[in-house]
Nanobody, 119 residues
Framework: QLQLVESGGGLVQPGGSLRLSCAASGFTLDYWTIGWFRQAPGKEREGVSSSGVSTNYADSVKGRFTISRDNAKNTVYLQMNSLKPEDTAIYYC???????????????WGQGTQVTVSS
């Protein structure tokens, strides 16, 4: 059964860093597009970054976040630096055989991991 599991969230001070992981099982990531999304309370889910045919970043995270893959570990990472309070949200990874970029039309979703940026 295809499954995505996020980890690495937590509480961090403004300006700090976190690395989120998205571990896949039941399929091989090599030819799939993986997206990172986030949803803050009272807001719609938004695309943060994606890795597929192309690599995409939301304007709000460009220069601060980096997406990467380790195909040997079947895992995708999101390195988040210079975190701001407005980055606080539940972060989800998602997978699709189609490259939807930052659109939410992905086929499979993880359960999410909480990121809180606060002093």
């Amino acid at each position: 059964q295809l499954q995505l599991v996020e980890s690495g969230g937590g509480l961090v001070q403004p300006g700090g860093s976190l690395r989120l992981s998205c571990a896949a099982s039941g399929f091989t990531l090599d030819y799939w597009t993986i997206g990172w999304f986030r949803q803050a309370p009272g807001k719609e889910r938004e695309g943060v970054s994606s890795s597929g045919v192309s690599t995409n970043y939301a304007d709000s995270v460009k220069g601060r976040f980096t997406i990467s893959r380790d195909n040997a570990k079947n895992t995708v990472y999101l390195q988040m630096n210079s975190l701001k309070p407005e980055d606080t949200a539940i972060y989800y990874c998602a997978a699709s055989p189609n490259d939807y970029g930052l659109d939410v039309r992905y086929d499979y979703w993880g359960q999410g991991t909480q990121v809180t940026v606060s002093s």
